[in-house]
């Protein structure tokens, strides 16, 4: 199967009739197994290599990937196996955790603003802005840490950041960073499965909290929030990923697959040699070889 054809079921770039309830955590499209699919993230993962080599030769386009989900998706899993050829020299990976008092006397888009890559880098976001019509939303007493003037915390603030986010990135694309936004699927039972394994294998006991329990109380609202993200923040120039995350090695593929159809799009070439510098290479041979 090609790239793009893999890539598309999972594609929102209008989120007007989004449903998350038509999308199964547990597809994994045409592929049967991690075996059967294992040649195809191969050779994906070796295609991205061959592009971002040329993404950061020509140092013209920034790619963003931002990573949204629920605790024990697979975020940090899919980013190391989707990567793990890039260049480090021309990748960038920030994960955003709880902001810092710094961070919340600022705008919410200003942490992550900071850290948007540069022409020709690959950023990854693990966790992003979009934690603030996600988290906060879900528990909107984190709004009172964010200092903001009680005139402005009304019942449109959520409509009013994704108004902003929709802006941002809009910004962003005219500016020459593609923007691919992930929400990694993944259901209750896999959920709980995943937490258990964590539970039961000591070498995963550092992953597990007991915060992530009290979260998953709030499964329905963070569906319902995930939802309405969605269905407001899709667009062409930046759309969302659901991605079905039951099975890890599907994830991985469809996110490889997305991210070097991405590429491909842009035309990505070496820099080209002009006359001038021609001449200053032939010197330089000249000049190695006496």
């Not at 021309?90 to 942490?111: A, I, M, Y």
């Not at 995943?194 to 000591?202: I, M, S, T, V």
């Not at 599907?250 to 842009?266: P, Y």
Request: with cysteine; aromatic share 10%.
């Amino acid at each position: 199967m090609k790239t793009g054809k893999l890539a598309k079921p999972y594609r929102i770039d209008d989120g007007k009739h989004f449903r998350l309830k038509d999308f199964d955590p547990a597809d994994t499209g045409p592929w049967r197994s991690k075996e059967h699919a294992a040649e195809k993230l191969h050779n994906d993962i070796a295609r991205l290599e061959e592009l971002q080599d040329k993404l950061y030769a020509q140092e013209q386009w920034a790619l963003l990937l931002i990573f949204q989900a629920m605790d024990a998706a697979g975020k940090d899993g899919t980013i190391k196996h989707v990567m793990s050829g890039v260049n480090p020299q021309g990748c960038q990976v920030f994960s955003f955790k709880e902001p810092s008092s710094t961070e919340l006397l600022h705008d919410f888009l200003w942490r992550t603003t900071l850290h948007l890559p540069e022409r020709g880098r690959i950023g990854i976001f693990n966790r992003s802005y979009y934690e603030e019509v996600l988290v906060v939303r879900v528990h909107s007493d984190l709004l009172d840490n964010e200092k903001l003037p009680p005139k402005l915390v009304t019942h449109d603030i959520w409509n009013e950041r994704f108004e902003d986010i929709h802006n941002f990135e809009r910004h962003m694309a005219l500016n020459g960073t593609v923007i691919r936004k992930f929400f990694l699927h993944l259901s209750k039972k896999e959920q709980k499965r995943r937490f258990l394994a964590r539970l039961d294998e000591p070498e995963k006991n550092w992953k597990f909290s007991a915060s992530d329990v009290r979260e998953r109380d709030c499964w329905d609202v963070y569906q319902k929030a995930y939802e309405e993200m969605i269905r407001a923040t899709a667009t062409k120039h930046a759309p969302w990923y659901v991605i079905p995350a039951d099975h890890k090695w599907f994830t991985h593929l469809a996110v490889a697959a997305v991210v070097v159809e991405t590429l491909e799009e842009l035309d990505l070439s070496y820099p080209k040699v002009d006359a001038q510098k021609k001449k200053e290479l032939a010197a330089a041979r000249k000049e190695l070889e006496k």
